[in-house]
């Protein structure tokens, strides 16, 4: 069964403060490993994609790396307007129908 | 401009009613998914469909229903066998290029 734990679950950073959150995951061959942010009462917004391990991929202040254990979403010098709730999700060889496995996220809260 | 819609954005209803979740897309995906989220946990898969007339069952699928008559529309029934039908309910479309695009979502509160 596919698994995706994220930590922490909530990181509060002052504005500026750069730090990682964490995608740890077990799959049975990994398809794809997905980013998403999402703001409270709306749906996620799709960030990245990344499909094998040492792949980066960057967005502004954020940048996506995975190995082949787990993924880290990095974000340097954050604004406030980067809180969110960031969500982590997989999506296996095997699995049918382009099913993703989610894990809990991480409730980023940047302050002035 | 294209996209993923919801509606409504919030719905209310009296414990043994079933309710329609509309879900619409003109981005021209294939496939079209539903997710519930509730606090604490992550996206549940309830359906799934890749193709017009034809959709499949997610981990969480008991007391719900789904129709794909069009490949725009992607309508969700929540039946009175839901046990735990208040949560928050996302519809989701894709290409075969995997990445999965999300709607606004709907509240569903059942009293």
């Known amino acids: 069964e596919d698994q995706v734990t994220q930590s922490p679950e909530a990181l509060r950073l002052q504005e500026g403060e750069s730090s990682s959150l964490n995608c740890s995951y077990t799959?049975?061959?990994?398809?794809?490993l997905f980013w998403y942010r999402q703001d409270p009462g709306k749906g996620p917004e799709f960030l990245f994609t990344?499909?094998?391990a040492g792949e980066e991929k960057e967005k502004e202040r954020l940048k996506a790396t995975l190995t082949k254990k787990e993924s880290f979403l990095h974000i340097t010098a954050p604004k406030p307007e980067d809180s969110a709730t960031y969500l982590c999700a997989v999506q296996s060889l095997t699995g049918g129908g382009n099913k993703l496995t989610f894990g809990t996220g991480t409730q980023l809260k940047v302050e002035l | 401009d294209g996209g993923i819609t919801q509606s409504p954005k919030y719905l209310f209803r009296k414990e043994g009613q079933n309710v329609t979740l509309s879900c619409e897309q003109n981005?021209?995906?294939?496939?079209m998914y539903w997710y519930r989220q509730d606090p604490g946990q992550g996206l549940r898969l309830i359906y799934y469909s890749q193709i017009v007339n034809d959709f499949q069952k997610g981990d969480i699928a008991e007391g719900y229903s789904v129709s794909r008559e069009k490949k725009e529309s992607f309508p969700l029934t929540v039946t009175s066998a839901q046990k735990n039908p208040t949560a928050f309910y996302l519809c989701a479309s894709s290409t075969n290029s995997y990445e999965q695009y999300f709607g606004p979502g709907t509240r569903l509160t059942v009293t």
């Open positions: 799959v049975s061959g990994l398809r794809g």
């Open positions: 981005l021209n995906h294939d496939a």
């Open positions: 990344l499909y094998s």
